[in-house]
């Protein structure tokens, strides 16, 4: 039964289970009836989290995690709305790999998983941020650039860079090319390259995520580019340099080597704030004199006040570097503190120097020598000259090392004056032992080598130079150019040089009053020119004032040949045009005209040889001389005018330029005339002894008749009358005005009368000038302004008598004598512009009169006077820098006073008031003063025998085989 029972429940329980099993059912012969199983849902995903849950834009192709619940195999998943392909890993875990492009656009993308049915669904989006990646820079290339260079792309390398990166430069966005993930690349253009700094380069990726990069900084240099010329200086080494407030050199910034054109090119390594310096050293270059290759032993520089950029076009001429040297001469005095004021005033001065326009800047002024720039580029062609006559200048100097003249030149005019010293040191000249020997054969005056420069260098040995180059200068052949070519521009430069406040008095090279004296400065050595009446042209060498016996040479020749017995009554130093220095000489009685070979008169034999370069005759319309009261001339006087390359004649016919030019075709046979005549009318005469100031383009010719002032540039004529004159002027009367000279710096006219105690200053820069009406009349009117005319009375009665006069323009002192008077004075003129308001003009501040026969030494105590026209001359010594007088003694025209004229002045004096006041206390031949270190007599006379011996003790005679190139003038038969 139990096992019974136990059967039925396991049937009854399979049945339940749905097993089939026959007789289960109550009817055992019944078909059981299927069942439908009941479906399970999926579930509904939820997304919790994202791994990452950001992203570089760009990143590469990876895998993204998405963990949540309810996944089922059969989830799926879009991003961005896309389908892509998932892996199911789990019921909370579904992968996604998200390719490259996936992740390339920066923003915030769903994530979504869906479920499908039955049951599932989507999943609440969940964002993944793709980021753009904040950039790094790691370098650019390039990473310097010159300033000024133009348009450059700058690659920019790093990290991070999308399509959406921004850049900066300076601040300023520039739009970038986005070449990968690592590289992009701007272009800058020249605006941004302009200037010289150091400029950042920021990369900046947009949100989100992005950022600024770290920024890179793009140097921009400075550069200098330009010309080194001297010739084209080949091989030299170009070094900028900071300049120190002294005006020495700082830190080197940059160098560079001159190509086969003199060119270069500085990169700077940084752009100093103040000036820069620029030095050209060594090289070499071919000479525009005689087109040899010359070794550059002289560093050429030229200074800048500063560089905001790039700097292109600068020319370094030996004219650059003289105004470097004075530029930075002011800055070590302290003469003034501010190199732009400096370099401003050395511009100015060598601009004047070299005798170029206003508008002219060396230091971008490029040299030419071809014939046509002498009219289409005067500037460029007037620097040309100027170192062509330079390269002469070293070849005559130097000629061992030619191009050492130019750093002895620059060190002279460090002080701003060319004296051969640098604030009173002389300059060592390299080179010059070699020299010797071809200098003394160039100038024929050196019996020693020289080792320092000469004083004179810079002036007259220089012009002298410049003659030499244009004669027979190498560049100057091959451009085929004629003297007669650059005679404007030579006139230009001679102006220059003889103006120029560079140039000191004692060169000799202008005139304030004619005479029968003038001076001249040659190599080094000083020398004193007297037309000697029947002694003919006396050179007396003047270098040491204090010598007792200074070496003399006579040449009565002059006299007894050239103007056939005459008295040679007019000498007139003349930088020559034929390449050395001339006289050039007239006798009173005569129309006769000689130009004379200064070499051959100092150095030699007056027994022997002959000192004649041309003898003509002037073309004059009068048939005999002008007489005066104590003589009478065809040529009365004369000024030398090198600006207009001249000499301004006072002839019997009236006042005219007689052109040097037209000299050198000029003989016995064929005349000369004057140009630019002032023709004298019947209400005047000619002046005895003209005065003059051609740097202000006037000649004061103050005659018996009244005052003729000639206004040079503009060609017109002023006569004051002698009763207008007479109204100042009390003690002028008879033969109203016997003598004029001109204070050129002060423009004070000083006037002397026949024989009076008394002198008139007339202040020039003041006076009135009326033109004539009609403007075709001969004269305009002249009158003085209110106390611009005064009178001063020397002493009472009729002592000292004068007639005469010479002046020094740098110490305004005034030499005072008479054609027929042993008296002299010397007087401090007043400056007219530095009286007080109110108060009166006196003429001169001081005087001393003394008569030289009552001189206690011989051969002064017999002195004679010389008679008319006047024999008088003021120079500056070049060794002591003071003025000197000099005096003619008519006693057999043998012999000349010399007054130191400041000692003279100084000397005490006889009493405090009256004539006392105004005459030395002590004899001045007697009274020594100290000069140079050496002992000196303040009143001496020199006197000579004849024949007399060289001045020079080797004499030495130019001839065309040492310098074949030099055309000569020929000898005249003695």
Not at 317 to 331: E, H, K, M, R, V
Request: charged share 10%; hydrophobic share 40%; with cysteine.
């Amino acid at each position: 039964m139990l096992a019974l029972q136990r059967l039925i429940f396991s049937c009854l329980s399979l049945c339940v289970l749905g097993v089939a099993l026959s007789g289960c059912s109550g009817n055992s012969n019944s078909t059981p009836t299927p069942t439908t199983p009941t479906p399970t849902n999926n579930p509904s995903p939820t997304v919790t989290s994202l791994s990452p849950a950001s992203v570089s834009a760009g990143a590469a192709a990876q895998t993204l995690t998405i963990t949540g619940t309810g996944f089922v195999s059969t989830s799926t998943v879009t991003f961005k709305g896309a389908s892509h392909s998932a892996t199911y890993v789990s019921a909370t875990s579904i992968t996604l790999s998200l390719t490259t492009a996936d992740q390339a656009t920066a923003g915030s993308f769903p994530v979504v998983v869906t479920n499908p049915t039955p049951g599932g669904g989507a999943s609440k989006a969940v964002n993944l941020a793709v980021n753009n990646p904040a950039p790094t820079v790691t370098s650019i290339s390039p990473s310097t650039v010159s300033a000024g260079s133009g348009a450059t792309t700058v690659t920019v390398t790093g990290t991070g860079f999308v399509s959406g990166s921004t850049v900066t430069f300076a601040g300023a966005a520039v739009t970038p090319t986005i070449v990968s993930g690592t590289s992009l690349t701007i272009p800058l253009t020249a605006a941004n390259l302009a200037a010289a700094g150091t400029f950042p380069i920021v990369v900046t990726n947009p949100a989100p995520g992005g950022g600024a990069s770290t920024a890179i900084n793009l140097t921009v240099t400075a550069s200098i580019s330009g010309l080194v010329y001297k010739g084209a200086s080949v091989g030299s080494t170009v070094t900028a340099y900071a300049v120190n407030s002294d005006g020495t050199n700082g830190s080197a910034i940059g160098s560079a080597k001159t190509d086969a054109d003199g060119k270069f090119t500085i990169a700077l390594s940084s752009t100093p704030t103040g000036a820069v310096r620029v030095t050209a050293a060594g090289g070499n270059y071919v000479s525009e004199f005689d087109g040899t290759t010359i070794t550059g032993t002289s560093n050429v520089s030229a200074i800048l006040d500063s560089i905001g950029g790039s700097v292109t076009g600068l020319v370094i001429t030996p004219a650059s570097d003289f105004i470097n040297s004075y530029t930075a001469g002011q800055l070590s005095s302290k003469k003034t503190t501010s190199e732009v004021t400096a370099h401003s005033t050395a511009e100015a001065l060598i601009r004047s120097y070299v005798g170029l326009s206003s508008k002219a800047v060396i230091e971008s002024l490029v040299p030419v020598f071809d014939k046509p720039s002498i009219t289409s580029n005067p500037d460029g062609f007037t620097l040309g000259l100027f170192i062509g006559a330079l390269a002469a200048l070293g070849h005559t100097d130097v000629p061992s090392s030619p191009d050492d003249i130019i750093a002895a030149l620059s060190a002279d005019i460090s002080d701003g004056v060319f004296d051969g010293k640098v604030f009173g040191t002389p300059i060592p000249l390299s080179g010059a032992a070699a020299g010797a020997a071809v200098r003394m054969k160039a100038v024929a005056l050196a019996s020693t080598a020289p080792t320092t420069l000469s004083p004179t260098a810079g002036t007259s040995d220089m012009l002298l130079a410049l003659g030499i180059y244009i004669s027979s200068g190498t560049a100057i052949k091959n451009a085929g150019i004629l003297p007669g070519d650059v005679v404007n521009l030579e006139s230009s430069f001679f102006t220059g040089v003889t103006s120029c406040t560079c140039t000191p008095a004692s060169s000799g090279l202008l005139a304030s009053s004619s005479g029968a004296m003038t001076t001249y400065s040659l190599a080094g050595r000083q020398y004193l020119i007297v037309a000697a009446r029947q002694q003919g042209v006396v050179v007396i060498d003047i270098t040491d004032p204090t010598l007792k016996a200074p070496p003399i040479n006579a040449w009565p020749v002059v006299s007894s040949k050239t103007f056939s017995g005459s008295d040679v009554g007019g000498v007139i130093a003349i930088t020559g045009l034929a390449g050395h220095p001339q006289v050039l000489a007239y006798a009173y009685q005569s129309k006769t005209i000689a130009v004379l070979n200064l070499n051959t008169l100092i150095t030699g034999n007056p027994a022997t040889d002959n000192p004649v370069d041309i003898t003509t005759s002037l073309t004059l319309k009068a048939s005999s001389p002008v007489g005066f009261s104590g003589g009478s001339a065809y040529i009365a006087g004369g000024i030398p005018d090198t600006g207009r390359l001249g000499v301004w004649l006072d002839t019997a016919d009236g006042y005219g330029l007689l052109p040097l030019t037209a000299l050198a075709s000029a003989s016995t046979t064929s005349p000369v005339a004057l140009t630019l005549p002032f023709t004298v009318d019947s209400t005047q005469e000619i002046a005895e002894n003209m005065g003059g100031d051609v740097t202000n383009s006037q000649l004061l010719g103050g005659n018996y008749r009244g005052i003729y002032l000639m206004e040079l540039a503009k060609g017109k004529s002023y006569y004051m009358s002698s009763s207008a004159v007479q109204t100042v002027a009390t003690r002028f009367s008879g033969d109203l005005i016997d003598g004029n000279s001109v204070d050129s710096a002060l423009r004070v006219g000083i006037l002397t009368s026949e024989d009076t105690p008394a002198a008139t200053f007339l202040n020039l820069k003041t006076a009135v000038e009326t033109d004539p009406s009609p403007a075709t009349a001969a004269l305009g009117t002249l009158a003085p302004a209110s106390g611009g005319l005064v009178q001063v009375v020397l002493g009472s009665g009729y002592s000292p008598v004068l007639s005469g006069s010479a002046v020094d323009k740098s110490s305004h002192l005034v030499l005072f004598m008479a054609g027929y008077s042993n008296d002299f004075a010397v007087g401090k003129l007043q400056d007219p512009a530095s009286v007080a308001a109110g108060a009166t003009w006196e003429g001169m501040s001081d005087w001393s009169y003394f008569t030289i026969n009552n001189a206690s030494t011989a051969p002064l105590s017999s002195y004679e006077y010389a008679t008319d026209p006047h024999s008088v001359g003021v120079v500056v010594n070049q060794t002591t820098g003071t003025p000197y007088g000099y005096l003619f003694d008519g006693a057999s025209d043998r012999g000349v006073v010399q007054i130191d004229m400041t000692n003279f002045l100084a000397l005490s004096r006889k009493g405090t008031t009256g004539d006392g006041a105004h005459q030395p206390g002590v004899d001045p031949s007697t009274a020594t003063t100290t000069v140079g270190g050496k002992s000196g007599l303040v009143l001496q006379e020199f006197t000579w025998t004849n024949p007399t011996a060289p001045i020079a003790a080797i004499k030495h005679t130019v001839t065309q085989e040492e310098f074949p190139n030099q055309p000569m003038l020929k000898p005249q038969p003695k």
